[in-house]
């Protein structure tokens, strides 16, 4: 099953910002992302479960400081 991601605009601007600032960002990003629709819960990744107000959901790696968030 192929799984799609969908970007919410805050997040679109927030990544353009990012990438801006560290172009040396964006291979990793998109490797983490073809990554993350592959198998989610590839060990590259550090697929972990959050808790408090974000449990059930889950977050990934991209570098040790950015993670990606899973809203549903």
Request: aromatic share 10%; glycine share 2%; no cysteine.
């Amino acid at each position: 099953m192929k799984r799609t991601i969908e970007y919410a605009p805050a997040y679109l601007k927030k990544a353009k910002k990012i990438a801006s600032k560290n172009p040396l960002l964006r291979k990793p990003y998109a490797e983490t992302l073809n990554r993350l629709i592959d198998d989610p819960f590839d060990t590259i990744l550090h697929t972990h479960p959050l808790v408090g107000n974000l449990k059930g959901r889950y977050a990934y790696s991209l570098t040790y400081e950015l993670r990606i968030v899973q809203v549903t």
